[in-house]
């Protein structure tokens, strides 16, 4: 009877990984092109808002990989701190980046977006200022990865930071919706697309989301993969230092 | 745990930087701000509830380096780590010893400050109160980070870029209180919420940041 503790094996888990990835990578891209090509070249354009409403088939799935980037990063970080499986917290860390890069892609393409519709850039919404907080979040998790050099005591540090982080990145979310709201009119848009929509946008739109939910783990794979080889790299050195 | 919290106080003041610093750090920021927008009274009597706010949570960030640093060099840590006293009271007792000398006096001087940007009249009873009420939970939240960071060389940058997010929410209620106090609006939501914060920081962290200083002291 195989359980998911037997990945937390480092080698079982490369075995599989590098079984996976190739299949993984490969439905990402599928899903992708054809999500992003349909959405952007076979669907009409919206009345009112011309062909600008195409961008959401980025922007919306990075948005909602963004968020979920940083939950994964909570579970694998609670994994460490409850069962300390080193593959949990590399993949943890691992998983940083790509959730910063979505969070960054989520906020770029809502202000490419925001420019013509909402004529600015950037507006203190609460919905696009908790996304850059999100983003000063992943900032310094990944800051404080890199300045301690002990990898269990950098895992275990920023575990606390993320537990500690995620409570407060809550916090923060509702306390933007009281802040715009007690100082003047609540968001003029809301980017809840998907309840109103209509089955031509939404079927690329279902690509997309899975395109990009198989492009986070394909890349977190990779990087764990990576982060893997670096340790036992590492190890070498450190023996070859011994001998 | 009351002697460790004397013996910060007065290593604190006796040391200097710990009562003088961060309020001329506070004064030094509310000078600079009308330089920064000019000196137009109305808008500055707008802006001053978020630039007292701002000024105090810098002030307050100042000094967190030295919160469990100083110890950590000479290896008081290490004694107070082996001593009967849970570490989670001493983070807590670190806590309440920068809040004391450097919250507090922030509380003090706040009005003064509040003057000089023209604060509304009716402002400056929140803002007291929400400084009071508000400035232990960025004790507590910097307490934590200072221990997250107390093993990395020159983390004041870090310490920096770890608190600051965390402080939104505080910063959030603080400021909408004196903001709207100042506009004669009822503000005690605000303050509750901020006084919730407060409560739950002081409540959680402390195990928090004993959780961290014990990876450092491993």
């Given at each position: 009877?195989?359980?998911?503790w037997e990945y937390a094996n480092p080698r079982k888990f490369m075995t599989t990984s590098a079984a996976l990835l190739p299949w993984v990578s490969g439905i990402a891209a599928l899903c992708l092109g054809v999500g992003l090509v349909w959405g952007f070249f076979f669907t009409p354009d919206d009345f009112r808002m011309g062909s600008t409403v195409k961008i959401f088939y980025v922007h919306v799935p990075s948005a909602i990989m963004a968020v979920n980037a940083w939950v994964m990063m909570l579970v694998c970080s609670l994994i460490w701190v409850i069962r300390r499986h080193h593959v949990s917290a590399l993949a943890a860390k691992a998983a940083a980046p790509v959730g910063m890069v979505f969070t960054a892609i989520a906020l770029f393409t809502?202000?490419?977006w925001g420019q013509p519709m909402w004529g600015t850039w950037w507006e203190w919404?609460?919905?696009?200022?908790?996304?850059?907080?999100l983003f000063l979040f992943y900032l310094g998790y990944m800051a404080l990865w890199e300045?301690?050099?002990?990898?269990?005591?950098?895992?275990?540090?920023?575990?606390?930071l993320c537990l500690v982080g995620s409570v407060f990145a809550v916090i923060s979310r509702y306390a933007l919706v009281f802040w715009n709201q007690g100082l003047h009119q609540g968001a003029t848009l809301s980017l809840d697309a998907e309840q109103n929509i209509a089955d031509e946008f939404w079927y690329p739109a279902?690509?997309?989301l899975a395109g990009f939910g198989f492009l986070f783990l394909a890349l977190v794979l990779y990087r764990t993969q990576t982060e893997i080889r670096a340790r036992r790299l590492k190890?070498?050195?450190?023996?070859?230092r011994m001998a | 745990m009351k002697g460790l919290f004397k013996r910060d106080l007065a290593l604190a003041i006796r040391a200097g930087g710990g009562f003088g610093l961060g309020l001329a750090f506070f004064l030094i920021v509310t000078i600079l701000v009308p330089f920064g927008v000019g000196p137009n009274t109305a808008t500055l009597s707008i802006i001053a509830p978020g630039v007292l706010w701002i000024g105090a949570l810098l002030a307050c960030l100042l000094s967190l380096d030295r919160v469990f640093q100083v110890d950590w060099e000479d290896g008081s840590l290490d004694l107070l780590a082996t001593s009967p006293l849970p570490l989670e009271n001493v983070a807590a007792a670190k806590a309440l010893a920068h809040w004391v000398t450097t919250g507090l006096p922030l509380v003090v001087a706040a009005p003064i400050l509040g003057l000089l940007l023209n604060l509304p009249m009716p402002g400056y009873l929140?803002?007291?109160l929400s400084l009071a009420l508000g400035t232990p939970a960025l004790s507590a939240i910097g307490t934590f980070g200072a221990a997250l960071t107390v093993g990395v060389k020159r983390g004041g940058l870090l310490l920096s870029l770890l608190v600051l997010p965390l402080y939104v929410p505080t910063l959030i209620f603080g400021a909408l209180v004196v903001t709207r106090g100042a506009?004669?609006?009822d503000a005690t939501t605000p303050l509750a919420l901020l006084a919730g914060i407060t409560l739950a920081t002081l409540a959680g962290l402390p195990f928090a940041a004993a959780a961290a200083l014990r990876v450092n002291l491993r």
């Open positions: 009877m195989s359980s998911l809502g202000a490419i919404d609460p919905r696009l200022t908790a996304f850059l907080i300045a301690i050099e002990n990898p269990d005591s950098a895992a275990d540090l920023t575990s606390v279902l690509f997309s190890a070498l050195i450190a023996q070859e | 929140w803002l007291m506009a004669g609006l």
